[in-house]
DNA sequence: CCCTGCATTTAACATATGATAAATAATCAA
DNA sequence: TTGATTATTTATCATATGTTAAATGCAGGG
């Protein structure tokens, strides 16, 4: 849980009790490589944060398999358009490499929410920030060519690159992989 | 003030020191049409709701100038990657229609949040919700063909097409006026 | 009411990306 | 190691969207 509350650290100082409280409500799961951490079609229930490994967010469109995100070691990953609606997810969270994920329970935690304030600005600033960075993909989508997206991705997290599949790459671009694989053949 | 409090109330309940604390933080104005409320280069420090009119968020890209997003009369607008960043924002609130608009003074609104648990959840709520649209958003774009987009958006925002000149539709697609004219004219 | 300046459409051509298929390359289990 | 499976690249052709330019339509100010 180092890890965890050293993340959270840097978002927003909390008390001991919190730290105990979340602590009480959080399990660590070890999870192979290429399987399912939630399923499609169940309401997300759980907020993971990701010790070790690598995951990605994808979902069916047409029996095509997109990909939403990745997500890396300290950093927090849930299917939010599930988590704050209430309605079941049409997303899944794969692990793409041997992971340590510890998972925290949602509705556990936003009733902690009434008796820690600090828990609840905690994940206020938390989702804020992850909102910023959708905000400023949507930006990086909308006007961009397929080869300046992969020539951004590879400069802004080459780490993408190196550990995925680029079959999951090309979908998280918009694009197909064999489009993906002819824009890095030009180099 | 009506209209916004009931616009919170479907988020958050408020305690009625709560409602005077935040109405003492806001003001009305009242814009003309095509005018900026907030200009490119300035750090967001003001959360506006709409009470009347129509605004859209717009930057510039190589000179182009990009629509991000329309927001209606009961809405919050906010450029939140400066508002929660404190960076200044590349992009500006344009008002399309003559407008009557409430600014709630951020710094003042995040201290009131010490002393109010209960705005502090409400804007909490308010911007996961923001957050999801955002997401979901970007499956909207991933994948879907510009004729798919523009028919999504005579569908779920017919206003959109009644009210925007199309030439800040476009960019709002990820695509040239030409094409969205293109498009329009095939039905 | 008529200009004048924008907004929108139409047309012709250029290009990036998609679709399909086939060829390599890499991975993994036996 | 071998063979089977999966991932990636390469090639060809089709098509959607971009680019530029011109034509038409529309709105606001005098």
Redesign the interface.
């Given at each position: 849980m180092v890890q965890l509350f050293a993340y959270f650290h840097r978002f927003q100082k909390l008390s001991p009790e919190a730290e105990n409280a979340i602590a009480e409500i959080s399990t660590v799961h070890t999870i192979k490589k290429n399987l399912d951490l939630q399923p499609i079609g169940h309401t997300c229930r759980t907020i993971y944060f990701i010790n070790k490994g690598l995951a990605r967010i994808y979902?069916f469109?047409e029996d095509?398999d997109?990909t939403?995100g990745f997500y890396f070691e300290n950093s927090i990953i849930a299917r939010?358009?599930s988590l704050?609606?209430g309605k079941p997810s049409r997303k899944a969270i794969q692990v793409l490499e041997d992971a340590e994920i510890i998972g925290i329970h949602a509705n556990s935690l936003f009733k902690l929410?009434d008796q820690f304030?600090d828990i609840?600005?905690l994940?206020?600033k938390i989702?804020?920030?992850?909102?910023?960075d959708?905000?400023?993909?949507?930006?990086g989508?909308?006007?961009h060519t397929a080869e300046e997206r992969y020539k951004a991705l590879l400069h802004e997290a080459p780490d993408v690159l190196k550990r995925v599949p680029l079959k999951y790459v090309a979908?998280y671009l918009?694009i197909t992989q064999v489009s993906l694989s002819r824009i890095r053949g030009i180099h």
């Open positions: 979902y469109k095509i997109i939403e939010v358009e704050f609606t929410y304030h609840e600005r994940f206020r989702f804020e920030a992850a909102y910023v959708t905000v400023n993909r949507i930006e989508i909308q006007f979908s918009g």
